[in-house]
T-cell receptor, first 114, second 116 residues
Framework: TQLLEQSPQFLSIQEGENLTVYCNSS?????LQWYRQEPGEGPVLLVT?????EVKKLKRLTFQFGDARKDSSLHITAAQPGDTGLYLC??????????????FGQGTTLQVKP | KAGVTQTPRYLIKTRGQQVTLSCSPI?????VSWYQQTPGQGLQFLFE???????NKGNFPGRFSGRQFSNSRSEMNVSTLELGDSALYLC???????????????FGPGTRLTVT
């Protein structure tokens, strides 16, 4: 069982559409990060959220951390082909020691067609 | 500032062989973590090193090992390779174990290992 469940796993949309990716858990996280990974490359950090209810915006991307710090969402407005990639959520469980272990979701593969 | 570098980028080995992968963290970063990424299992934590000490280890067999040098560079070794070890191996570095309330890691491009 994945500690962080991402949905959907695959998403194929047309340029200009909006989309939301979800990252859910039954555990509380002290922080959650979102990464984007392109084929053949490592994940690139997009944002970190640490406070329950926090909302962060990065151009057309909006990230939200749930009030209870158990879930997060990523919303993309007017998607573009350049948004294509694998989106990963990752977090540090509350109460875990400072040992550099991030728990990752399975990822959402996004394809934006022109 | 240069990012995390990993060498080699691609590697082909046969079953039973061993392999060593290298990672150079961002300058000034002292924590290095290793992950295995496969289509079926996603990203799975292997181990983390800080100041040459292994601080945490994931659920991988003893064939997987690592070390960190005084300059923070890290290597991981896989002995007696199996077909299932084919994966993208990612290294990530962080300034310290914790940066304020959150923990952020910066990834290298990975080493694509194929075992035949």
């Amino acid at each position: 069982t994945q500690l962080l469940e991402q949905s959907p796993q695959f998403l194929s949309i047309q340029e200009g559409e909006n989309l939301t990716v979800y990252c859910n858990s039954s555990s509380v996280f002290s922080s959650l990060q979102w990464y984007r990974q392109e084929p053949g490359e490592g994940p690139v950090l997009l944002v970190t959220v640490v406070t329950g209810g926090e909302v962060k915006k990065l151009k057309r991307l909006t990230f939200q951390f749930g009030d209870a710090r158990k879930d997060s969402s990523l919303h993309i407005t007017a998607a573009q082909p350049g948004d294509t990639g694998l989106y990963l959520c990752a977090g540090e469980r509350e109460g875990s020691s400072n040992t550099g272990k991030l728990i990752f979701g399975q990822g959402t593969t996004l394809q934006v067609k022109p | 500032k240069a990012g995390v570098t990993q060498t080699p980028r691609y590697l082909i080995k046969t079953r039973g062989q061993q392999v060593t992968l290298s990672c150079s963290p961002i300058s000034g970063h002292r924590s290095v973590s290793w992950y295995q990424q496969t289509p079926g299992q996603g990203l799975q934590f292997l181990f983390e090193y800080f100041s040459e000490t292994q601080r945490n280890k994931g659920n991988f067999p003893g064939r997987f090992s690592g070390r960190q040098f005084s300059n923070s560079r890290s290597e991981m070794n896989v002995s007696t390779l199996e077909l299932g070890d084919s994966a993208l191996y990612l290294c990530a570095s962080s300034l310290e174990l914790r940066q304020g309330p959150s923990y952020e890691q910066y990834f290298g491009p990975g080493t694509r290992l194929t075992v035949t």
